[in-house]
């Protein structure tokens, strides 16, 4: 079945990065976009970014754009969103979510930043 | 990108409807039919129940409905169930080529 399995969670210092990856099986990987939401304890949930698979093109929200890199392998069927210059606010569980209904969505990873 | 604007909570009693609003401005809702209500039960991850303002995806029931009038989209959940009770969230296409959540709803089945 279609599915999107994230990486696990990690803890991370203030002003370090993370990277989390989102491998994705039951579908032609290349055809959809892929997503990356976050959501902070008790918070909504918040848009960061979309990549297209197929070519590499990228969109983040404005408020990322700095610190965000989203990326692909596409041999490895997987994406990946990389966060840099962590602060506690960034604490969250971070989601994968396919195409761009948002139709299937990994189980989430969470980051807990703290010094 | 500001949120859109959602009411904080909506409830009913089980079998009523419920329609909860979603604001946003001519370069997002009211541009565009690319807007999307997700569901997320706590602890849950979000799952879609409406596309396009007005579809479902497969395996949805057509309790839920959705409509879109100028900059404000709606969500309306007919024959209430205890099932229903949980956070629901929109989603629309902006102008910038981005995608902005709304501000959350809870739902409570009195």
């Known amino acids: 079945q279609v599915q999107l399995v994230q990486s696990g969670a990690e803890v991370k210092k203030p002003g370090a990065s993370v990277k989390i990856s989102c491998k994705a099986s039951?579908?032609?990987?290349?055809?959809?976009?892929i997503h990356w939401v976050r959501q902070a304890p008790g918070q909504r949930l918040e848009w960061m970014g979309w990549i297209n698979v197929a070519n590499g093109d990228t969109k983040s929200s404005q408020k990322f754009q700095d610190r965000v890199t989203l990326t692909r392998d596409t041999s490895a069927r997987t994406a990946y969103m990389d966060l840099s210059s962590l602060r506690s606010d960034d604490t969250a569980v971070y989601s994968c979510?396919?195409?761009?209904?948002?139709?299937?969505w990994g189980e989430g990873t969470t980051v807990i930043v703290s010094s | 990108q500001s949120a859109l604007t959602q009411p904080a909570s909506v409830s009913g009693s089980p079998g009523q409807s419920i329609t909860i609003s979603c604001t946003g401005t001519s370069s997002d809702v009211g541009r565009y039919d690319y807007l999307s209500w997700f569901q997320q039960h706590p602890g849950k991850t979000p799952k879609l129940i409406i596309f396009?303002?007005?579809k479902w995806p497969s395996g949805i029931s057509n309790r839920f409905s959705g409509s879109k009038s100028g900059n404000t989209a709606s969500l309306t959940i007919s024959g209430l169930q205890a099932e229903d009770e949980a956070d629901y969230y929109c989603c629309s296409y902006t102008s910038t080529g981005t995608y902005v959540f709304g501000s959350g709803t809870k739902v409570t089945v009195l």
């Open positions: 039951g579908y032609t990987f290349t055809s959809y976009l």
């Open positions: 396009d303002v007005t």
């Open positions: 979510a396919r195409s761009a209904y948002m139709d299937v």
